[in-house]
Nanobody, 128 residues
Framework: QVQLVESGGGSVQPGGSLRLSCAAS????????MAWFRQAPGKEREGVAS????????YYADSVKGRFTVSQDNAKNTVYLQMNSLKPEDTAMYYC?????????????????????RGQGTQVTVSS
């Protein structure tokens, strides 16, 4: 059974930092594509970043490029999202997701319908 568990969300002031974690289990973690999505109230789910756990390959949305960094620890089957210089518009529920399929990430922005499994999410609130 595929399980993704996010942690690390919270409330920070603008300019602050948070690191989200996504612990994966129940499937072959290596050589898969994992992504971070976010969804704010009243808005569509947005693909924020993705990473190929089998090697080189990351993607960032323009809205977070230069501020967010996605990384992984294969020994822990965990993907991270380091978020720096946070802005109020970064406020959202953040989800990690996996395609659960062998192979690299599709090019471009992650599309929610292409990811077969996702976690319950962790809330990030950026406010002064």
């Amino acid at each position: 059974q595929v399980q993704l568990v996010e942690s690390g969300g919270g409330s920070v002031q603008p300019g602050g930092s948070l690191r989200l974690s996504c612990a994966a289990s129940g499937y072959m973690y290596t050589s898969n594509c994992m992504a971070w999505f976010r969804q704010a109230p009243g808005k569509e789910r947005e693909g924020v970043a993705s990473i190929y756990t089998g090697g080189v390959g990351t993607y960032y949305a323009d809205s977070v490029k230069g501020r967010f960094t996605v990384s992984q620890d294969n020994a822990k089957n965990t993907v991270y999202l380091q978020m720096n210089s946070l802005k109020p518009e970064d406020t959202a529920m953040y989800y990690c997701a996996t395609r659960g399929l062998w192979g690299p990430c599709p090019s471009g922005s992650p599309v929610p319908s292409e990811y077969n499994y996702r976690g319950q999410g962790t809330q990030v609130t950026v406010s002064s």
